[in-house]
């Protein structure tokens, strides 16, 4: 939070929410069955992007971010 706030500062960004949505993988009945990314940057530019903040990934994070780009690829 305090890097994001620190690129808005600067300008280099326009915004950002925390955890502002959740990503429900339609179809999928166990395991990994939602994604909810740590951040969403705005830039000024109307882009988007999602962030995720982790110490190391597990199995369940990399199904998670697998299944994030293959069921929401224009996000």
Partial sequence: MR?????K???DIASWLYE???F????????TM???PDF?????????EWWEVKGYWDPKSK???KRFRKYFPEE
């Fill in 63 to 65: 199904t998670a971010v």
């Fill in 20 to 22: 502002p949505r959740r």
């Fill in 24 to 31: 429900w993988f339609e179809g999928i009945r166990s395991g």
């Fill in 40 to 48: 969403q940057v705005f830039y000024s530019d109307g882009r988007h």
């Fill in 9 to 11: 500062q600067r300008g």
């Fill in 34 to 36: 939602s994604y909810l």
């Fill in 3 to 7: 890097y994001l706030n620190w690129l």
